[in-house]
């Protein structure tokens, strides 16, 4: 059975900084590229960072670059978002995805980060 | 990149027919075959329906199935089943980044 379990979610003040984690089994992790989707409140998902399955390429959603970083450690099958300055525009429900072939094949239930002061 | 659009509600009552449509630009929905669509449970992980604007994943009922014209893809719930009753979501690949609609909560009369 696949699965994705994320987390690393909570309250955090605007200006902070939380990091994100991802834990796969049952797929080839280190085979998938891996995908961070965001869900805010009344509002359709985001696509907000991908990464290739060495680590060597990493895209952005722009209104997340140079304030989030996506990095994997496949030996643990763990995908990570640290996320810095922290936005109340980033609260949101943050899904890790399976990201093969321009799809989103597996995701994970999400983790919730809420940004308030 | 701006959102895919889609109708807020679809509904239908068991055993019917329903189309979600979802409206994109040339940027995305009309260059790419890469239209997928996701349905949605709360609390649950969301899960993928079809991919490359028409293929199923092993596993997906063929109840389920899409289709493109133009900038506007389409996702048909044939034989509908209270078990449908979830929000849908399509996405479409847009050069990096990847862009979504706001979903359609088809609800089962």
């Known amino acids: 059975e696949v699965q994705l379990v994320e987390s690393g979610g909570g309250l955090v003040r605007p200006g902070g900084s939380l990091r994100l984690s991802c834990v796969g089994s049952?797929?080839?992790?280190?085979?998938?590229?891996m995908t961070w989707v965001r869900q805010a409140p009344g509002r359709g998902p985001e696509w907000v960072a991908n990464?290739?399955?060495?680590?060597?390429?990493?895209n952005y959603l722009d209104s997340v670059k140079g304030r989030f970083t996506i990095f994997r450690d496949n030996a643990k099958n763990s995908l990570y978002l640290q996320m810095y300055s922290l936005r109340d525009e980033d609260t949101a429900i943050y899904y890790c995805a399976s990201n093969n072939d321009w799809r989103f094949d597996y995701w994970g239930q999400g983790a919730l980060v809420t940004v308030s002061s | 990149q701006s959102a895919l659009t889609q109708p807020a509600s679809v509904s239908g009552s068991p055993g019917q027919s329903i189309t979600i449509s979802c409206s994109g630009t040339s940027s995305d929905i009309g260059t790419y075959i890469y239209v997928s669509w996701y349905q949605y449970y709360p609390g649950k992980a969301p899960k993928l329906l079809i991919y490359d604007v028409t293929e199923r994943p092993s596993g997906i009922s063929d109840r389920f199935s899409g289709s493109k014209s133009g900038n506007t893809a389409s996702l048909t719930i044939s034989g509908l089943q209270a078990e449908d009753e979830a929000d849908y979501y399509c996405c479409s690949y847009a050069g990096s980044p990847y862009v979504f609609g706001a979903g359609t909560k088809v609800t089962v009369l």
């Open positions: 049952g797929f080839s992790f280190s085979g998938s590229w």
């Open positions: 990464i290739k399955q060495d680590g060597s390429i990493k």
